[in-house]
């Protein structure tokens, strides 16, 4: 035997026929909503992940191994050093400083800002003061100067981390670090918000 239920008139909505634009506009909103929710918290881990790895390589990292880094500033160690790379650098004894290597020293001249070249001649004085002369690989001349290192160590070239110091150089920007002193805390929290609120396979099976 078969049930017949009564039907109130205007008791159903009709849907809109297939080829109706406010079917389309609905059928693409419920994807992008869809699909913005599975995005969403992987680009605020991958956001969040950048920054813990950047913080632990330039704040933690040289206090705890002991290495540091430098942004090359101009193209002196080019092709093998441009600029805006970051350079990584370690101490080692004066003594074990040799031709063809590559260190980070102060010049001797003008404000004394670093540089990073190769090691063309070494040489130890008397008293045991170590003198280097040095080059930039894209230089076609000796630098104009020799060099007189003080201390017990000097510092090696051990790593090069590409385009790292444009990077740095823009999140020093005013505007950017606005955008990442609010910024960082509201994609933590939308990243909480969709987490709570995220739907669960069987609510997103009784939708589809």
Not at 55 to 62: E, N
Request: a negative charge; charged letters at 15%.
């Amino acid at each position: 035997m078969t049930a017949t239920l009564p039907v109130r008139p205007g008791a159903a909505i009709a849907l809109p026929p297939a080829g109706d634009p406010r079917f389309e506009v609905g059928h693409w909103a419920d994807l992008a909503g869809h699909a913005m929710g599975r995005v969403a918290p992987w680009l605020v881990r991958g956001v969040m992940g950048l920054a813990v790895l950047a913080f632990l390589f330039l704040a933690v990292g040289p206090h705890l191994l002991g290495y540091r880094t430098m942004t090359m500033l101009t193209p002196s160690m080019s092709p093998e050093i441009d600029p805006g790379d970051v350079t990584v650098v370690t101490p080692i004894a004066m003594s074990e400083i040799t031709e063809g290597m590559v260190i980070a020293y102060h010049k001797p001249i003008e404000d004394r800002s670093l540089v990073t070249h190769r090691v063309v001649s070494v040489q130890t004085d008397a008293d045991g003061a170590v003198q280097v002369l040095t080059k930039g690989d894209a230089n076609t001349a000796v630098d104009p100067w020799v060099a007189t290192l003080h201390g017990d160590t000097a510092y090696e070239l051990r790593a090069v981390v590409p385009e790292l110091g444009h990077v740095i150089q823009a999140l020093r920007a005013p505007v950017v670090a606005q955008l990442l002193l609010y910024g960082a805390p509201a994609l933590l929290a939308g990243w909480v918000l969709l987490s709570i609120w995220r739907p669960t396979p069987e609510q997103e099976e009784a939708r589809a």
